[in-house]
């Protein structure tokens, strides 16, 4: 690789770090045709699947000059910072010799906005569609699609690339309207949206569109919006547009900001907890409105998990027999996670389970103790709640591609 290739890389591996949105979870593998590739340093990074394995993707942009003017985005057209642009047969040689080194086993490709939002989309449809057609590349491809693109070319997306996403960037049209004033939220909904139907269409058929489905993701942080609001969003992505993936970015104060931002950015952890959160809403049957009554002023907990949280504030249901409670609520205890569940409800059908037992089908009893009753245990007299409090606070957790947080 020459020089100036390199520094190009460097620059734009290091403006695509901002974008979370890259994990490849849920793809299926292509079949390589005859001679296929990819059918399993600066800007590759490392995303983890379902069952736990890290993958590694070459994550960059096409070009980091950008027409808009977000005030949230170090790319933004006001901005100082260092440009520089790949063209599309850069990218596609630079991803097969990457894969060929075994560096990387697929591509993540965003990229600022230059000339129009459809020339743009153009370009990004080109590599994946070069990638595909005249390399046979078969490993994974994830599109940052423009919103503003005209349909048909968001179609063509769709069937090159294995996942595609649309950020929403900020949790509510009016935080949309006063940091981005050029995005408008109807145009990335509208596009969600016939992603999402395009999506289901193609399965139905037992066609190829975007296999992966959509994700998306929300910058915490950079406006108002408390965690509920944070989460109803969410949740509303998920029912109506099918999204595979919310992922939640901590704003990161940047070089010469704009003074509508704030001058720090929220706590790590509270990004943390709205990984957990979600986690909720998709698997374990919890709703925005029970994840967040568990902290204060719409804000989730920060010194205890939204699970561990929400059980707090609803001693009442607990302690469960683990012998009798149905699934769902089994899901509400604290360190009882869906495998966990499922190895309880299998193991039940067999035998009365003991405390013993639930330690063995569980990953951590001694969080259990308080919340459930089992053949030969049951809590004594409740803790009060500071001290159960402290009990269950700050307990380590994997990152959510990992699998169950709880």
Not at 60 to 67: A, G, K, V, Y
Not at 333 to 342: A, H, I, K, N, Y
Request: aromatic share 8%; proline share 6%.
């Amino acid at each position: 690789m020459d020089d100036k290739l390199a520094d190009r890389l460097r620059i734009l591996s290091d403006a695509a770090k901002y974008d979370a949105s890259c994990a490849s979870s849920g793809a299926p593998k292509r079949a390589a045709g005859p001679g296929g590739l990819g059918s399993t340093s600066n800007g590759i990074c490392h995303a983890y699947t379902p069952d736990g394995r890290c993958v590694s993707l070459l994550k960059i942009l096409l070009t980091n000059w950008c027409m808009f003017d977000c005030a949230y985005c170090i790319n933004r057209r006001s901005s100082n910072v260092e440009r520089a642009r790949f063209m599309v047969d850069e990218v596609v040689a630079l991803t097969i010799a990457f894969y060929k080194r075994n560096y990387i086993e697929g591509l993540f490709l965003s990229s600022g906005i230059v000339r129009s939002p459809d020339h743009t989309m153009e370009q990004l449809v080109l590599v994946a569609r070069k990638l595909r057609e005249q390399e046979g590349f078969a490993g994974y491809i994830h599109l940052k699609t423009i919103p503003e693109a005209s349909p048909w070319l968001i179609e063509q997306a769709g069937l090159f690339a294995d996942r595609l996403s649309i950020n929403l960037e900020l949790p509510s049209s009016e935080s949309l309207q006063r940091l981005a004033p050029e995005k408008k939220a109807a145009s990335i909904t509208g596009a969600m949206g016939q992603m999402h139907e395009r999506i289901e269409e193609a399965r139905e058929e037992g066609a190829t569109f975007s296999p992966a489905g959509q994700s998306t993701q929300i910058i915490v942080g950079a406006d108002a919006t408390d965690d509920a609001a944070l989460l109803r969003t969410s949740a509303t992505l998920y029912r109506n547009y099918g999204l595979r993936r919310v992922y939640y970015s901590a704003f990161s104060p940047i070089p010469a900001a704009s003074t509508v931002l704030p001058l720090k950015p929220p706590p790590l952890q509270r990004e943390n907890r709205l990984y957990q959160a979600d986690w909720l809403l998709r698997f374990y049957g919890f709703t925005a409105e029970e994840v967040a009554s568990g902290g204060e002023d719409g804000m989730l907990a920060l010194d205890v998990d939204p699970k561990s949280a929400w059980a707090l504030k609803n001693r009442d249901r607990f302690p469960v027999d683990v012998n009798k409670a149905d699934r769902e609520l089994l899901l509400r205890v604290p360190g009882l996670g869906t495998r966990s569940v499922e190895r309880i409800l299998a193991a039940r059908r067999h035998t009365t389970l003991r405390l013993a037992d639930v330690a063995r089908l569980a990953r951590s009893v001694k969080r259990l103790l308080p919340f459930l009753v089992t053949a030969d245990y049951r809590p004594g007299r409740a803790a009060d709640r500071a001290n159960l409090r402290s009990a269950v606070a700050d307990v380590p957790t994997p990152q959510p591609e990992q699998g169950s947080l709880f």
